[in-house]
Nanobody
Framework: VQVVESGGGLVQAGGSLRLSCAAS????????AGWHRQAPGKQREFVAD???????NYSDSVKGRFTISRDNTNNMVYLQMNSLKPEDTAVYYC??????????????WGKGTLVTVSS
């Protein structure tokens, strides 16, 4: 299983970016999927997740500004980020929870994509 993020970049405060996450080599299906982020000098933190049925959760810091979505057919996960703030600057990581055969589901992580928001 491979997980690859894309879509990061430099944006001014108040702007928008859309992150994409492509999961490949999925043997059965992706259960839950989500985004985390890690700012310089800080621990990785939860941003949002989406269950197989479509229910979503968001951290308080992004609620109302970010929207997570998924394309189950193509094993894609997206994060639409609006009204970006300098404090959103971080490396954003995608993770997918994958159903496997004979063993419990497992989490797979991408290498991250950098989002920089200038003031």
């Amino acid at each position: 299983v491979q997980v690859v993020e894309s879509g990061g970049g430099l944006v001014q405060a108040g702007g928008s970016l859309r992150l994409s996450c492509a999961a490949s080599g999925i043997p059965y299906r992706v259960n839950a999927a989500g985004w985390h982020r890690q700012a310089p000098g800080k621990q990785r933190e939860f941003v949002a997740d989406i269950r197989s049925g479509g229910s979503t959760n968001y951290s308080d810091s992004v609620k109302g500004r970010f929207t997570i979505s998924r394309d189950n057919t193509n094993n894609m996960v997206y994060l639409q980020m609006n009204s970006l703030k300098p404090e959103d600057t971080a490396v954003y990581y995608c993770n997918v929870n994958v159903k496997l055969q004979y063993v419990p589901p497992r989490d797979y992580w991408g290498k991250g994509t950098l989002v920089t928001v200038s003031s």
